[in-house]
């Protein structure tokens, strides 16, 4: 069993930055690949990125590239998201996420295990 718990949330101005932080539990954490997803009002909810269990992988959304930044460090069981030039279409509920094997899914029912989620808005 894997719980998951995400915090940094909040508001931000266009081309700021925000770093999201996830913190597990359980001990086979480290053996999971850790995903970030988030989910616009009245949209779907979408991956923004993935990274394997030995952070050696990882897996961007288009929107996403160049600008965020996924990691993980097993001594600490906690993934983080590193959110730069953020913009106004960013706003959105971001929600931690585990799954189980060696690959980077992009769908949401492909992963076992999801935080509450936390609010980033971005002002324009």
């Known amino acids: 069993q894997v719980q998951l718990v995400e915090s940094g949330g909040g508001v931000v101005q266009a081309g700021g930055s925000l770093r999201l932080s996830c913190a597990a539990s359980g001990r086979t954490f480290n053996m999971y690949t850790m995903g970030w997803f988030r989910q616009a009002p009245g949209k779907e909810r979408e991956l923004v990125a993935a990274i394997n269990w030995s952070g050696s992988r990882t897996l961007y959304a288009e929107s996403v590239k160049g600008r965020f930044t996924i990691s993980r460090t097993s001594a600490k069981n906690t993934g983080y998201l590193q959110m730069n030039s953020m913009k106004a279409e960013a706003t959105a509920v971001y929600y931690c996420?585990?799954?189980?094997?060696?690959?980077?899914?992009?769908?949401?029912?492909?992963?076992?295990?999801w935080g509450q989620g936390t609010q980033v808005t971005v002002s324009s």
């Open positions: 996420t585990a799954a189980r094997g060696a690959a980077l899914p992009a769908k949401a029912y492909e992963y076992d295990y």
